[in-house]
């Protein structure tokens, strides 16, 4: 008897509008296809300085970056398992789903952690940091994420870098998800460990963190006895690793390097100020959209609202999955959902590197209305979608 199968054909969705893995750029895509050579080979020893050159160029320090070999949950345990020494006293500042997950890695290094904890739409308030080292002046360490993904918000970065720079603390921050799409930068928020990748807003795939590292963090991760060596957490392994004349401590992922070598190419080319333009763009036309379809964005101010993410309340009566999976399945259109404590609660739509178009809002807006409309919510699709022209032709 001939067996049966039935195979379900599942089909790529038409377009990815998520907030990480982010569709690639066409270039990039191109890049992963260069010959794969052998580390120590000379040209691919100049190339890597020549990449970690582009890199230190994008993120405006005046020190190499640090690029490490798997995407940047690597660079954030890496940076606690380093910077964080055993009688430290950590302030991590929680204002969603990765704030509040940097405290757990946090905590296995230091020898007390001091939170802030905000509502997951809203954002920390210097001032509460200011209070912070009145009532604690030993905080040795802050940790903080800027623009924490799964609730589509940010934080007020450089005035949180003052505060702890103020009191002679080290700032740990995460801007994975917002460095390459819009105007963040670790001198200008005084991080001493600036957390960041090319697979969000510069348009890679996933696989490596940049790390940019103060003078005073790498003195501070030398002294630190249990800083890893001869481990993947280790920073301090890579410290001389961009120079042409210095092995790799490791094998670096060769193909990710020359897809971050044509990211870095495209974004500066276009000009950083010009591709944040874009972001702003694109992410103004999506919330604007968003409200006139009778909406609510997921962050409590329209000013913490990130431009690479715009997280959009579900409707009362309306199930997350099933509005994902009918924007999917019914309009080709993949969103991300919402993460930890905000999965169920809101869908996000990604303003990341090449979907950082104007036009995605209203791909966007199109696929949500109509996957609402057709779960019967009552939601005015095509006022949506005038507001976010409206945005767009007024530019
Ligand atoms: C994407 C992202 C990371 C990297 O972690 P993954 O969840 O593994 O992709 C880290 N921090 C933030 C804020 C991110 O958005």
Redesign the pocket.
């Known amino acids: 008897m001939e067996a049966t199968m039935t195979v379900e054909r599942i089909v790529e969705p038409a377009f990815t509008l998520s907030?990480?893995p982010v569709d690639a750029y066409p270039a990039v895509l191109r890049a992963l296809s260069r010959t794969v050579l052998y580390d120590f080979d000379p040209v691919f020893q100049h190339f890597y300085e020549a990449v970690t050159d582009k890199a230190k160029v994008a993120l405006r320090t005046a020190a190499p970056p640090v690029i490490l070999h798997g995407?940047?949950?690597l660079g954030?345990e890496a940076a606690a398992a380093s910077l964080i020494a055993r009688d430290d006293v950590v302030l991590n500042l929680a204002s969603g789903v990765?704030g509040k997950g940097f405290g757990f890695w946090a905590k296995r290094y230091c020898a007390e952690l001091v939170e802030i904890e905000v509502p997951y739409d809203d954002a920390i308030d210097p001032a509460a940091v200011e209070a912070a080292f009145r009532e604690r002046p030993d905080i040795r360490v802050v940790s903080v994420?800027h623009?924490?993904?799964p609730s589509g918000t940010l934080n007020p970065i450089d005035e949180i870098g003052r505060i702890v720079a103020a009191h002679g603390a080290y700032l740990i921050v995460?801007a994975?998800?917002s460095f390459g799409g819009m105007d963040v930068h670790p001198e200008a928020c005084q991080a001493d460990i600036f957390v960041t990748?090319p697979?969000?807003c510069l348009g890679c795939p996933?696989g490596l963190t940049l790390l940019a590292v103060s003078g005073r963090a790498w003195d501070k991760m030398k002294a630190n006895p249990d800083a890893p060596r001869a481990s993947i957490l280790s920073i301090l392994d890579w410290e001389n690793a961009w120079r042409r004349d210095q092995p790799f401590p490791f094998t670096p992922s060769i193909s990710e390097v020359n897809a971050l070598d044509a990211a870095l190419d495209l974004y500066l080319e276009e000009g950083p100020e010009a591709v944040w333009r874009r972001h702003a763009l694109t992410s103004k036309a999506c919330r604007d959209g968003i409200r006139a379809m009778g909406m609510t964005i997921w962050p409590a101010r329209e000013a913490i609202a990130s431009p690479t993410t715009t997280a959009v309340r579900v409707p009362d009566g309306i199930d997350a999955d099933a509005l994902l999976a009918t924007a999917r399945d019914g309009f080709g259109v993949s969103f991300s959902s919402g993460r930890g404590e905000t999965k169920g609660k809101l869908i996000r739509i990604g303003h990341m590197g090449r979907t950082a178009q104007p036009l995605y809002a209203v791909v966007g807006l199109a696929a949500l209305g109509g996957a609402l409309r057709r779960l019967g919510a009552n939601v005015d699709a095509g006022a949506g979608m005038e507001a976010a022209l409206a945005v767009i032709s007024n530019q």
């Open positions: 907030s990480g995407e940047p949950v954030l990765y994420c623009h924490d993904t995460d994975v998800s990748g697979n969000k996933p």
